[in-house]
């Protein structure tokens, strides 16, 4: 078949601009291919970044720091940068079907998994991604959390569950050294926490922690870790896994060394490791969480777990569940309710027949699921690209693919969006508060992120000369 971009390039849209969608951009302008590529990369927020920005946890530096990379990606000016435009809201698949010859959709998970247990409705019961989102400045979310709770339980043995155990019993005066807004630093100073409770509903060798992460707990000051000795069974699989699994190894020698050190310096708030507990209910007194009901478990010998009816009622005000992210339905796509994926063949969309929809591809969170580290996603869109310029023959070409038309529709929708230079005012801008907070305070600070949506794009459109 002839190829159709001889004449003019391959106009893609890609919607997302965290990790896996700016990775997709960068590895579809460095391939192998006889044609030109023209990308536009369209974002919800008007800063770009995704998950690092918005989920990897502000004191994570080491992992914040993918950012330098992917900034290098899009400062090189070959991919454009739209943001504030809400995929599904400002434009529509028709859209992108008239002004692109394919679309990747990179959108992440961004819901958490419901645990579907009694009281999980209770105030005072939170999906992990929420209070994520908060401490990282979300735009979208409330400015103020309740941080009232002297008891918090989180149920979950993944990193994610790490990030909010640690950030919660932290002192606030300890995470001024990161790019924290104001409002969180406030939250954080008032908050009356004393013992904050990790869940895990398999044993110490079924952890899904990574080791780094798991020693990082017991770096925080004034904090103990507190572990039950009656907590450490061992099954034929999980022997198996120490052998090995070197990861597993690790982890399992850093909890037993913690037991076997005394761990108990007298710290003002602990952070207990629980292992083979699983939630029942969450307990309510006048519609708020004032307890968490757990059953003890017992490994099976292949590393499952079966209840034994013996149960423990916590004391705890809050609760905040970490059992894993799921994808948000993408407007005008199929969903599969039971993954929380767009469901794709090596991420080629497909309808609820299973047919391939032409000119539609997925990466990322919401291609395979939210398992796996940032650089994974890498792999995922090595996939993608490669199945996308496979097809290249077969996509059904846009109507107008010039790249004036994406910018000439936002606007006659009056769609304010923000550039790659309206990012940079922003960063700019962010980095110049953390100068100046650092003048003003005892630590150096980076960056102090601005959080309401309304300042950002007027930060950024500062920098926006008008686009017609
Ligand atoms: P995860 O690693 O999949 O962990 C989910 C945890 O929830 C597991 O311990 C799981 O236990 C437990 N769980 C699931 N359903 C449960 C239920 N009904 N009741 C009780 N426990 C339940 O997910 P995640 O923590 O959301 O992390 C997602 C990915 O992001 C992971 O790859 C993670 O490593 C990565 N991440 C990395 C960092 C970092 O700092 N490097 C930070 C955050 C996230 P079972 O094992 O028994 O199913």
New binding site residues.
């Given amino acids: 078949m002839s190829n159709p971009f001889e004449h003019r390039p391959l106009r893609v849209a890609i919607i997302g601009a965290g990790p896996a969608g700016v990775y997709a951009a960068d590895i579809l302008t460095k391939a192998e291919r006889e044609f030109e590529v023209s990308i536009d990369l369209y974002e919800q927020h008007p800063a770009p970044y995704g998950l690092i920005r918005y ?3 502000p004191d ?1 530096p080491r ?1 914040k720091g993918i950012v330098n990379a992917l900034h290098k990606v899009l400062d090189r000016g070959d991919i454009r940068f739209i943001g504030d435009v809400t995929y599904g809201r400002d434009i529509l698949l028709s859209d992108i079907r008239a002004l692109y010859d394919a679309v990747i959709f990179a959108t992440g998970a961004n819901d958490d ?1 419901a ?2 247990i009694p009281g999980e409705d209770l105030e005072g019961s939170f999906g ?1 991604s929420r209070v994520v989102s908060w401490y990282d400045g979300h735009p979208d979310v409330p400015r103020e959390w309740p941080l009232d709770a002297k008891e918090i339980a989180v ?9 909010v155990a640690r950030v919660l019993s932290k002192h606030a005066d300890d995470l001024l050294v990161t790019e924290i807004p104001e409002n969180v630093y406030e939250g954080l100073k008032s908050s009356p926490v004393t013992d904050v409770h990790v ?4 044993g110490p060798a ?5 080791p ?2 798991l020693r990082e707990l017991s770096h925080s000051r004034d904090v103990d870790i507190v572990l039950y000795p009656e907590d450490f069974e061992f099954d034929e699989a999980s022997d198996e896994a120490i052998r090995s699994n070197n990861q597993v190894k690790t982890m399992v020698n850093t909890l037993t060394n913690w037991i076997v050190e005394e761990q108990d310096t007298g710290a003002s708030r602990r952070l207990h490791l629980h292992f083979l507990q ?2 029942v209910e969450i307990l309510g007194e006048d519609g708020k969480v004032v307890g968490l009901r757990m059953e003890r478990q017992e490994l099976q010998g292949d590393a499952s ?1 079966k209840g034994t009816g013996e149960f423990t009622d916590y004391p705890v005000q809050a609760v905040y ?5 799921f994808g948000t339905p993408v407007p005008e796509l199929g969903f599969d309710e039971r993954r929380g994926v767009i469901p794709n063949e090596g991420g080629r969309v497909v309808d609820a027949e299973g047919a391939v929809v032409p000119g539609v591809y997925t990466t990322g969170w919401i291609k395979r699921g ?5 650089g994974h996603t890498k792999g995922d869109a090595l996939e993608t690209i490669g199945n996308l310029l496979e097809d290249h023959t077969e996509l059904v070409p846009a109507s107008d693919p010039s790249e004036d038309a994406p910018l000439r529709l936002l606007n006659e929708r009056g769609i304010e969006f923000t550039t790659w230079e309206g990012w940079l005012a922003l960063d700019a801008h962010e980095r110049a508060l953390g100068a100046a907070a650092s003048e003003a305070g005892e630590v150096q600070r980076e960056r102090v992120k601005v959080v309401p949506r309304e300042e950002m794009v007027d930060i950024a459109r500062t920098a926006d000369a008008p686009v017609h």
């Fill in positions: 989920g990897v946890a994570h992992i998994a645990l579907n992990a149920i979950g043995n993944g990193n994610v569950a790490l990030d869940f895990g509903r398999r079924q952890i899904k922690f990574t780094l992460e699983a939630p777990v569940r970490a059992i894993g992210y939210p398992v796996g580290l940032i």
